[in-house]
């Protein structure tokens, strides 16, 4: 024989781990806009929900989970609720880990906390777009590496726990509606196997995702508790609406509560933190008619679970003889996985005269938020593609104005010349004033800047050719090199307006909060709410906090603490 000359076996490398969305990537940015567009047309005329309820028997829909497997009553339930998710593998994969365990020691909280039977994400569960790429690394991923690491850590410390295999449920957001929800139906929504009953009775597949199996046929179900207590999960769709399906479904679902029964309506958006400021005057009709359903049977709607807004916020909605509602009601938001996170200092303040209430508790705090929100001015060093193509646009104005020294009388004069300039100018103006929205004077303000900053880089390119005509070796490079000039100049000083001007928006007039924090793409301060039905038929909702979440160099358990705690019976 004769040795074995043959090469070792290359070590896998791991998957790279998608970092935070830039949403100021002129690519992504194009594409995600284009994408929005289509599936907000498209979504008008084709509604995935209603094809799905074809498919899906009401009693498909619902979930029981007030006896446990062996067919004994639970005399207590937890679960677990948070939305916005898929966004940075990092963040996504703390939460999930978190999410994963058996227990949590949560700094607050005397005991440890068990692993909850029950996770329902709500809304938003990928970023930027939904697609399998995207499902893929930013959701299964991080779920699937969460699951091996803790069974790894619990061979380890020689440990004989099981990592039982939960239930996970979803409700789709704007971001998962992308693609008229096509990826997430496939990958995550159970299909029929006749002759197969799964726990509950149905004959339905589930699906996987890390360590968990989702049972759900479509976007919207009912989970049923102990002691009386129902979850009801609405879709809203692109249009914040809800289909005659989906209604005729809650509708028949109503029949079955009892003046003892307690609802609590999850949607992907919350109406009280946006009230009347984003028009969702359909939304807020819609889901006012499924907490009639409820209302009419005697029943209460005890809560309203949303997230899109990614930080979290609690609001009491006080006892009100307009509805003859007799009980406080909470309002929680807790978008609180793996997305940037969103401002907590500059939501509106409280109006008497509409629905916009203050929040009775934030995660975090009103004064962390204004603290992160100074890191914006760092815009240009974090977003260099976005001050590309202001530079570009600068550039693009006074492309052909030629020779070094010109004045400038001389360069308004070559903008009323040339068609072409006056049309960047308008699209600049406008645009900055289409962008502010409402506050169209402060827009008008930002496009004058941007347009005076475009002449600032202009002289700019001039002097700097003025300086070089020293170096006899440089001649006849002037056209390139005043342009090129011009181009980062305008670059950083347009991409620094830019940055202040989001900053100032935010600070200022409580406006572009999603475009402003979006600019940071912040992965930490995350939150979810543990909740946990207790024997007397209260629910006592822990809320977890996280300052900090895990990273490459640092992915063991992150620190969790207590928020708050609250009840609702």
Known sequence: GHKNMGTQPKTESPPKRPGMVDWYAPI????TGLRALASTALGAMIDTRTILSIKANAEDCVFDYTRDKNGKDRDTFTFDYTADTGDGFNSTYSMAYLFTSNELDVQGVESKLKRSELVILGGDEVYPVA?????FHRLISPFKQAAKDLRKALSTAGSRARLARKDLFMIPGNHDWYDGLGSMSRRFFSHAT????????QQRKPRELGQFHTHQPQGYFVN????DWEIWAVDIQL??????????????????????????????????VYGKDREKGSLTFGLDRISKLVRDKGARTCAQFAGDVHNYQRYEVPKTSKCDVNYTRQHVVCGGWGAFLHPNHSFHKADAESDRK?????????????????????????????CALIGLLYLLMFWQEGPPGFSIAELSAYAV????????????????????????????????????????SWKAGDAVVQWLASFPWLQGFEPITWRLATFLVGGALGGSIFGFYLYASLNWFR?????????????????????????????????????????????????THLVERFSMK
């Open 224 to 227: 049923v508790l102990p002691h």
């Open 417 to 456: 010349n040339h068609p072409t300039t006056l049309i960047l100018l308008a699209v600049a103006l406008l645009g900055c004033m289409g962008f502010a929205k409402k506050k169209r004077a402060w827009g008008l303000l930002h496009g004058a800047v941007h347009v005076a900053a475009a002449v600032l």
């Open 511 to 559: 406006i572009h909060r999603n475009e402003a924090f979006s600019s940071l793409s912040w992965p930490h301060y995350k939150s979810f709410l543990r909740c946990e039905v207790e024997k007397d038929g209260s629910l006592t909702v822990n809320v977890i906090g996280v300052d900090k979440t895990a990273s490459e160099t640092e992915s063991h358990p992150v620190k």
């Open 358 to 386: 203050e929040p009775v508790m934030r995660f975090p705090s009103r004064d962390q938020s204004k603290a992160l929100s100074r890191r914006i001015l760092l815009f240009p060093f974090k977003h260099l593609g976005m």
């Open 131 to 135: 697609n399998k790429s995207a499902y």
């Open 28 to 31: 992504e940015l194009t594409q």
């Open 239 to 272: 249009g914040n609406d809800i289909d005659p399906e989906q209604f005729a479904f809650f509708s028949w679902r109503s029949e079955s509560l009892s003046q003892e029964s307690k609802v609590i309506i999850c949607s992907a958006i919350p109406t009280i």
């Open 194 to 201: 006749p002759g197969k009953e799964n726990v509950f009775g």
